[in-house]
């Protein structure tokens, strides 16, 4: 091999190499705009938020920010953002979400082009389509900013984008979308599928019991296992007690998996008796 091979196999293998998260620094400001704007902040205690301070600083760091379209991303947007996707990370031994995240911004929904296919019939379209997020394996997160606000604004409805699309990205460090974030062994995989698979089977029922409540899985949690995963882990973080409640084996798997219990710092809406 020549010399000149050489050089450019080595610079191609330097610019291939996945990047590293940094340390960063966590802004005194910071703490303010989380006492106000983060909904989960403020159920934190001492050490839970020593340790979210520390992922923050890192993933606002590390992270490569872009805006679509010329949109402006603030320094609030970015904590904000990091704030919520660090949550997933409170209680695993991992820092980040398989090294450091792209994240692009869009200002509204984020329309996506490109041949697809739709429908019970799978009909190949082209037509642009609206989403309010989207993850990529080794690829950018997408957000749009007005859904990540409007989490903030109402987490009581579990429809966060950032929880979405970062459980996609903990589910793709496996190298699959599948529903499955890398497990410790054979035996919790094992249990995780059947959990997840009866679950997944009560969303998708299209006869459910009527004298039940509603799912407190919102139906879209039905379109796949990476879907139903993602739907989950928004759940679990924002309506743990009515989750623990309909899937207590769902509830105990994601305890499991993200070693945290929403359940223990967040108030039960409508706890056992109150209407007694
Ligand atoms: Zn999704």
Redesign the pocket.
Known sequence: MSLRDRLLRRLYGWLDRPGRTVPGPFDAPWEGLLDERDPHWRHLDDDERDRMRRLIGSFVASTRWEGARDFEVTDEMRVLVASQACLLLLGLDHDDFGGPARVIVHPSTVVLRGRRSVGVGRVETSAPYRVLGQAHHRGPVLLSWASVRSALRSPGRAQNVVH?EFA?RLDMLDGTVDGTPPLADPGARRRWSEVCTAAYESVRDPDPDPGEPPNVLRPYAGTNP??FF?VATEVFLARPHELRRQHPELYGELVGYYRQDPATRLADPDPPGAHE
Do not use: Q, V
Request: hydrophobic share 20%; net charge negative; proline share 0%.
């Open positions: 979405h996609h990476g879907e993602a």
